[in-house]
């Protein structure tokens, strides 16, 4: 693992061997600060760090480092994600300076959902570099205090650089090697895509500890806790990656008129104990899509709380 030292309590958690906890938040599709705050609020105190997204799905929504900043004042330390698909590499830099002059800490790389997923199809991407690459520069800009293109900069942004996984997207055999590529360019850490297939995760997880990428890089599990048969059935179909195995599906559908959405949460549970046993896992990122209010409860039942203080 780096010594390199950023200032994040996500960073501090991690390094001082505790199981990290991490939470996520989708600013809004507006500009109502209230709600934001609100959102927020269930997962103060519950969580180490919060991801604010960046346009998630090609969606139009508040900036991630504007929500990111309001978290801040609200006491809460944010994840800022950035995605490649609405910017270059000038707007990159200078987004990234910007964020840390601020007093953001983490930052998440990502390459973005394709624009014709979302609300304005007909945008223009950008795409001047991919994921891969905005770790590297983040990297390049923290550790060597230069842009891209070799010249100095006058103060490093000194960011705790993390980065998404999928271990489900075909073929399956290459999502270990893309994630040692990520590690390589410079990620700190590394949050998974939501996980259901606990058979195929846990197969991931062995190649990618046989190849030590455990010791080079804090890797959280991904969990969203089903709220409905139906959001289990559009995962299953419509979202690029996902593996929902039909037994969870079935398991859902028994559990009853009113009882789904506890179904959900026991199988979240389960999946958290085991990645608190789990090989090469050092934490959990969990996505609760909208439903931030049942945050508190979940890592009550998970026995996650009080969350460490570093």
């Known amino acids: 693992m780096s010594e390199f030292k950023s200032g994040s309590n996500l960073e501090k958690v991690l390094k001082a061997g505790h199981f990290a906890f991490t939470g996520e938040c989708g600013p809004p599709q507006g500009a109502n600060v209230e709600h934001l705050k609100e959102k927020a609020g269930y997962l103060k105190g519950c969580v180490d760090a919060v991801n604010i997204t960046d346009n998630q799905t090609a969606v139009v929504r508040m900036s991630s480092w504007a929500a990111s900043l309001i978290l801040l004042q609200e006491g809460i330390e944010p994840n800022f994600q950035m995605v490649c698909r609405d910017r270059n590499r000038l707007a990159i830099q200078s987004d990234i300076l910007g964020v840390y002059a601020h007093g953001i800490r983490n930052m998440l790389c990502l390459s973005g959902d394709h624009q014709k997923f979302g609300n304005h199809p007909d945008a223009k991407n950008v795409f001047d570099i991919d994921s891969m690459q905005l770790i590297y520069t983040a990297k390049t800009m923290r550790d060597e205090g230069k842009f891209l293109n070799g010249q100095d900069l006058d103060v490093a942004p000194e960011l705790f650089i993390g980065a998404a996984s999928n271990p489900f997207a075909e073929p399956f055999e290459f999502r270990v090697h893309r994630l040692a590529k ?9 949050q998974t895509q939501c996980i259901y297939n606990m058979d195929k995760f846990r197969e991931f997880m062995k190649r990618a500890v046989d190849m ?28 690029p990656g996902m593996d929902v195995p039909n037994d969870l599906v079935k398991r859902l559908q028994g ?13 979240a549970l389960e999946q958290i104990e085991e990645f608190k046993e789990m090989e090469g896992i050092a934490g959990v990122h969990l ?9 508190p409860e979940i890592a009550e039942r998970a026995g996650v709380l009080p969350r460490p203080s570093v």
């Open 182 to 190: 990520k590690i390589a360019a410079g990620a700190d850490f590394i």
């Open 255 to 267: 559990a009853g008129k009113g009882k789904v959405a506890e179904e959900g949460i026991k199988f």
């Open 212 to 239: 030590g990428l455990h010791e080079k890089c804090y890797i959280l599990a991904g969990v969203t806790p089903m709220k409905s048969v139906g959001m289990a059935r559009y995962m299953a179909k419509a979202v």
């Open 287 to 295: 996505m609760a899509i909208e439903w931030e209010h049942k945050v």
